[in-house]
């Protein structure tokens, strides 16, 4: 059997006339002789549409067939390119691989160590920062504290002042109510010549 593309290529036509050719479709009577001629010699392709050459040429395999052959050449061609790559391949290729990985890697892995130092210390210092900001915003708070407290006393006293002021001032209201009246005359001054 074979696939459409080598049929393609062994008689010089494209994939698509070789569809047609086997599914019975018109072509040119030249194309459909070069892909009669492949098939001749390369057999028929797993499947077949309306036959343009004799029935007994292609018979229709069993699908267990095809895959059973497709995977076959998959295998084939896998063990086909792992010999490949063994034989190109010098042996050691995988010491030489290993060493050059050590080589590089030590580098980086020294690095990562110098980075978590200097991560560890970072953290130090944040942490020594934070608590020499947080004992300064604390003296900061007090300090407003304070401010806020001392201006609160002196409204006190002032308030207090005004209380006992307003106080006394009753206090003679009242008591000037339970006198009598007192009028006061304002005279003007006398002129002088």
């Given at each position: 059997?074979a ?7 062994h008689a010089?036509?494209p ?12 072509v ?5 002789d070069?892909?009669n001629?492949?098939?001749?010699v390369?057999g028929p392709?797993p ?6 050459f004799p029935?007994e040429?292609?018979e229709?395999?069993a699908?267990e067939?095809v895959?059973e052959?497709a ?14 790559l ?6 050691g290729v995988?010491?030489v ?9 030590r ?11 200097l ?8 942490h ?9 915003r ?7 504290t304070?401010?806020?407290t ?7 006293r002032?308030?207090?002042?005004v209380?006992?002021?307003l106080e006394?001032?009753?206090a003679?209201?009242?008591?000037a109510n ?13 002129k002088?010549d």
């Amino acid at each position: 059997m074979a696939t459409i593309l080598e049929l393609s290529r062994h008689a010089g036509v494209p994939a698509e006339s070789v569809l047609r050719v086997v599914n019975g479709e018109p072509v040119s009577g030249d194309v459909t002789d070069r892909v009669n001629r492949a098939i001749e010699v390369l057999g028929p392709p797993p499947f077949a549409g309306p036959p343009s050459f004799p029935a007994e040429v292609v018979e229709p395999p069993a699908i267990e067939l095809v895959v059973e052959s497709a995977r076959r050449d998959l295998l084939a061609t896998f063990a086909e390119a792992a010999t490949e790559l063994e034989t190109r391949l010098p042996q050691g290729v995988g010491s030489v691989v290993y060493e050059a990985i050590r080589v590089e890697v030590r580098p980086v892995a020294e690095h990562v160590a110098e980075m978590e130092r200097l991560f560890q210390h970072l953290v130090r210092r944040i942490h020594e920062v934070e608590a020499r900001e947080r004992s300064e915003r604390l003296e900061d708070i007090a300090l407003l504290t304070e401010l806020i407290t001392s201006g609160w006393r002196s409204v006190d006293r002032r308030l207090g002042r005004v209380e006992r002021m307003l106080e006394r001032l009753q206090a003679q209201q009242n008591g000037a109510n339970s006198r009598a009246p007192r009028h006061v005359e304002v005279r003007p001054k006398p002129k002088s010549d």
